[in-house]
């Protein structure tokens, strides 16, 4: 049974950061491309950022480039969302899922999420 789990979410001061983990179990992170996405109140769910099967690449939504990092333990079959230099525009819950095919940039190209994570930026 696939089931993802994120933590780490908080509330962080502008200019902080956090770390997200996302703990896969019922397959291995290192046979699907993983992603982390976001839903603020009131907008579509939104890509973040992806890491590929291999884990040689990545890829992030121009918004977080230079400030976020995906990666991945397949040791511990986690995936992480380091978090830095966090905006009041990064504020929302904070969701990991598994790839089914080559779209990463958009939710139909994921079969399973996780139940999110919530981040708030604010001081």
């Known amino acids: 049974q696939v089931q993802l789990v994120e933590s780490g979410g908080g509330l962080a001061q502008p200019g902080g950061s956090l770390r997200l983990s996302c703990a896969a179990s019922?397959?291995?992170?290192?046979?699907?491309?993983m992603g982390w996405f976001r839903q603020a109140p009131g907008k579509e769910r939104e890509f973040v950022a992806v890491?590929?099967?291999?884990?040689?690449?990545?890829r992030y939504t121009d918004s977080v480039k230079g400030r976020f990092t995906i990666s991945r333990d397949t040791a511990k079959n986690t995936v992480y969302l380091q978090m830095n230099s966090l905006r009041p525009e990064d504020t929302a819950l904070y969701y990991c899922a598994k790839a089914q095919g080559q779209q990463f940039g958009v939710t139909p190209g994921y079969d399973y999420w996780g139940q999110g994570t919530q981040v708030t930026v604010s001081s």
């Open positions: 890491i590929s099967r291999g884990g040689g690449s990545t």
């Open positions: 019922g397959f291995s992170i290192s046979t699907y491309a």
